[in-house]
């Protein structure tokens, strides 16, 4: 009768190894999947006020995505653009009296770009952030 216990036993005594190294074996690391946050939206608001801009200075953070109200207070029609983002902000004339929206992401950084109100510099748009792309130094 001993002689079915000791197989148990021997039986228990390999699970019990086999499950130690089992258990002590390195996992595989899992993926990970790199979370992008969208982009903040922002409303801007800015007027043409004697083919000037107001406010004369204007900031947003980088990636944003504007929502650019444009007003012409003048009497007559004016063309604002965006040195800088022409390729992203069209430069189209503002009737007189009425607003234009415009959407465009700012996804340059600077301090310098400059509001042209027909051609002639009227204000400043500034983009605060890195020149960096997340993730690198």
């Known amino acids: 009768m001993t002689h079915p216990y000791r197989w148990l036993a021997l039986a228990v005594a ?75 902000l069209p430069s189209d004339a503002i009737p007189a009296r009425e607003t234009r929206i415009r959407q465009f992401t700012a996804d340059r950084p600077g301090e310098d770009f400059v509001w042209l109100v027909d051609g002639a510099p009227a204000g400043i748009f500034a983009v605060a952030g890195s020149h960096l792309e997340e993730g690198h130094r």
């Not at 690391?29 to 004697?50: K, M, Y």
């Open 14 to 88: 390999i699970g019990a190894v086999a499950l130690a190294l089992f258990a002590s074996a390195p996992k595989p690391t899992p993926r990970l999947t790199p979370v992008t946050a969208a982009a903040p939206a922002e409303s801007l608001g800015i007027e043409i006020v004697s083919g000037a801009v107001r406010p004369e200075r204007t900031a947003v953070a980088k990636g944003s995505a504007i929502t650019l109200a444009v007003r012409n207070r003048d009497d007559v029609p004016r063309r604002l653009s965006l040195a800088g983002y022409e390729d992203r």
